[in-house]
């Protein structure tokens, strides 16, 4: 069964470093997104992609955070200057269509020192 | 940000029994809701997903029920089995944010042998 493929699983950075953290979506899928999941809270969205272009973003996804497809079949989430609160566990989904079901991978961990 | 509640943070059921998850919206724009099942360590799993224009969509064990009116849907589970055993989040999506699933806090179901 085709699956949503994240690496790496745990990432661990020191504040004010860049990551990148990776996603292989589903072959076929055109839209994109990335999602997030601080301790013990809420899973909160991100960000969609759509045909090479971000469709939608949250208040949470602020000039620090970007997103790129840069082959057909990567897409990336890069924090630019990590802070202490950037610390959660990042999921990225990819669906067929925007009122398809999203499939999830199994996150990346990051964890800001 | 509490468009989307689960009231109940655990669940408990007896092996074979029915499992009744609920949840509740706020916001009247929503027209598309799934459910996610969520085990540790992994990415959330799509079970079932229901538009607004029904009010009941089945899959096997798992129906999910929608009473828009109370802006409310429930997820049955039936009969649990000790799989079954997972955190459960209710997600929604609007025609206004058609690309952006608000989750609920989620609820942990153990079921018991």
């Known amino acids: 069964e085709p699956e949503v493929t994240q690496t790496p699983s745990h990432q661990v950075t020191q504040m004010g470093q860049e990551v990148i953290l990776r996603c292989v979506p589903i072959?076929?899928?055109?839209?994109f997104y990335w999602y997030r999941q601080i301790l013990g809270q809420k899973v909160e969205f991100l960000v969609s992609?759509?045909?090479?272009?971000?469709?939608?973003k949250s208040e949470i996804f602020d000039d620090q955070f970007s997103v790129e497809r840069p082959d057909g079949s990567n897409f990336t989430l890069k924090i630019r200057s990590t802070k202490l609160e950037d610390s959660a566990m990042y999921f990225c989904a990819s669906s067929l269509d925007v009122n398809t079901e999203a499939f999830f991978g199994q996150g990346t961990r990051l964890t800001v020192v | 940000d509490q468009q989307v509640k689960q009231n109940s943070p655990s669940l408990s059921v007896q092996e074979g029994r029915i499992s009744i998850l609920n949840c509740d919206y706020t916001n009247s724009m929503f027209d598309y809701f799934l459910w996610y099942k969520k085990y540790p360590a992994e990415g959330p799993t799509f079970l079932i997903s229901?538009?607004?224009?029904?009010d009941k969509n089945e899959d096997g064990r798992f129906t999910v029920f929608l009473n828009k009116s109370a802006k409310h849907l429930s997820l049955h589970i039936v009969p649990s089995q000790p799989g079954d055993s997972a955190v459960y989040f209710c997600?929604?999506?609007?025609?206004?944010?058609?690309?952006?699933?608000?989750f609920g806090q989620g609820t942990r179901l153990t079921i018991n042998p």
């Open positions: 072959s076929n899928h055109l839209y």
């Open positions: 229901i538009s607004s224009i029904k």
């Open positions: 992609f759509y045909n090479n272009e971000i469709s939608e």
């Open positions: 997600a929604a999506s609007g025609l206004e944010g058609a690309q952006k699933l608000v």
